[in-house]
């Protein structure tokens, strides 16, 4: 343990040589991202699963209605964040000398927070916890700061610390003071310049409720003001793409920050702010266009947001009714009913990976469109196969991170744009 601490120690020293030798602004950097499901027993049911998946993405989208409705009148109650089941995890490096810590990756949420002693509460985890005592690069930040006043952390002054609340829909919440401190990214193969940047995050000293001892804290990266992206954009070009890995692959992948980041094929403009909402216009079930309702998915209507925090994907009830009643004419298996609120089928992996049971859905994006292959908007649980996509009456629309596995989807926020890709996200 101890030659290890010195190994890292020694590698920051080149990695902040690294850094201040090369201008950080011309670059990008990395950091790795995983799928990690331990919020469940292993021993646990395919109800059991489907029960905590309905959950988390049901709370999800409660969360991002609440999102939404802050945004059409900000004076109305402040979000709660939530997690969950079934999330993505990023290895956030920080301090000096630096410690990792597995962290949610959440693009549908804007703090960033790590576990830290000392902890009033804290929950296990199996990495060691953030001690900013023992880092020298940490910097408590001021109640005057522009950074304490940061929409998104609900800060209070006190005895000079500028301390933040999140609260979470499941109850569980995270308690501490805003502090700055140095982030290590990693460089790439054909980039091995590495990243040392400055930004602000919540020490986190009372952290309670539904987590696992695999995460220690959360990476926001959306659209407001404390925002990882929002913070980079001072020293890199504010561009981030992500590769969700399928999940439950024991494999990574990577997150790429700044020039680095994958913007492939057409982009499909962002619209509205805080959320990464997007325009869909319609969608193809295997050679059938739909013919969706024009302004079906409009923001003055709620709009679409793409969201790594909710694993399902929820459709307006008139657009879900006709994916579904076309899902149950083209999908060459017996329906299943009952056992979950989804659309189940008799079938298994097989069915979905052979071409021609189960159709492709092809959504159209304003100048995008994106194939969704069978595999990647079904589950495979048992002898059934179940549609990922869920009706909802509420805004907005969700485009859940099932429907991004495999997929390469890069945020160009100078020029207001994504850029969604197929790509094999176990070999980035
Ligand atoms: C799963 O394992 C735990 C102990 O590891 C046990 O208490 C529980 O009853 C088991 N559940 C099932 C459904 O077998
Ligand atoms: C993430 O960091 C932990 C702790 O350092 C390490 O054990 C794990 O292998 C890392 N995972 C990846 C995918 O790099
Ligand atoms: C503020 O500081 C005083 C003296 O150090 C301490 O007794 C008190 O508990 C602190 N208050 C809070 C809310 O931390």
Known sequence: MAGRRHFLTALVILVSLAYRTSAAGSGGFSARLFSRDDSLPPNATYAEEEEALMRTSDARLRYLEARHRHMVSPDSVEAPIFRGTSQYLMNLTLGTPPVTIPVTFDTGSGVTWVQSTPCVKCHEQNYPLYDRSKSSSYKPVDCSSKTCKYDGYRTKCINGSCAYVVAYADNSYSIGVVGTEYFTFAGTDDDPKKGMVEMSFGVGLENDGIFSEDEGGLLGIDRTGPSLINQLWKLVTPQFSHCLIPKRNPGSSLVL?????????????????????????????????????????????????????????????????????????????????????????????????????????????????????????????????????????????????FMQQNFVVGYDLEWSNVYISPKDCTKL
């Open 257 to 401: 920050f700044g020039k680095r980041a994958e913007l492939q094929g057409d982009p499909t403009p962002l619209q509205g702010i805080n959320s990464y909402y997007v325009q869909l216009y319609d969608i193809t079930v295997g050679i059938k266009k739909l013919h969706i309702p024009p302004g079906t998915f409009d923001l003055d209507r709620g709009g679409l947001v793409l969201d790594t925090g909710t694993p399902l994907t929820y459709l307006y009830r008139v657009a879900f009714d006709m994916v579904h009643d076309e899902l149950d004419k083209q999908v060459k298996l017996k329906r299943v009913g009952g056992w979950t609120r989804r659309q189940c089928f008799y079938g298994n992996y097989g069915h979905l990976d052979d071409g021609t049971t189960v159709p492709v859905l092809r959504f159209h994006f304003e100048g995008l469109e994106v194939s969704v292959p069978p595999t990647y908007y079904f589950t495979v649980d048992g002898n059934f196969v179940c549609s990922t996509l869920m009706p909802t009456d509420s805004k907005p629309s969700v485009y859940g991170s």
